[in-house]
């Protein structure tokens, strides 16, 4: 059973930054497709960031230069550094993991942004 457990998140001004943790339950990310999505109220599930073939970065355009997405491969962890936060990117924030054409989610992290 795939366990996704984050931490993180919270009340912050604009401007402020936040890191986004995603702890697993086995050494699942270095070798699957895993990134994290948001949620805004009142809108879809969107793609923030993720990993792609060979550990190639992806970044949606309205959070490229200011999100940056890692992982520790030894901790089995993986991480969403939010700097330059915007009250748009106020959100739940999950983590996703694809482990043989099976999703998993963490159970999602609020990040509100407000002066």
């Known amino acids: 059973q795939v366990q996704l457990v984050q931490s993180g998140g919270g009340l912050v001004q604009p401007g402020e930054s936040l890191r986004l943790s995603c702890a697993a339950s086995?050494?699942?990310?270095?070798?699957?497709?895993s990134g994290w999505y948001r949620q805004a109220p009142g809108k879809q599930r969107e793609l923030v960031a993720d990993?792609?073939?060979?550990?190639?970065?992806h970044y949606a355009d309205s959070v490229k230069g200011r999100f940056t997405i890692s992982r520790d491969n030894f901790k089995n962890a993986m991480f969403l550094q939010m700097d330059s936060l915007k009250p748009e990117d106020t959100a739940v924030y999950y983590c996703?993991?694809?482990?043989?054409?099976?999703?998993?989610w963490g159970k999602g992290t609020l990040v509100t942004v407000s002066s």
């Open positions: 996703h993991v694809r482990i043989v054409a099976t999703d998993y």
């Open positions: 086995g050494t699942i990310f270095r070798f699957n497709a």
């Open positions: 990993f792609r073939g060979r550990g190639d970065t």
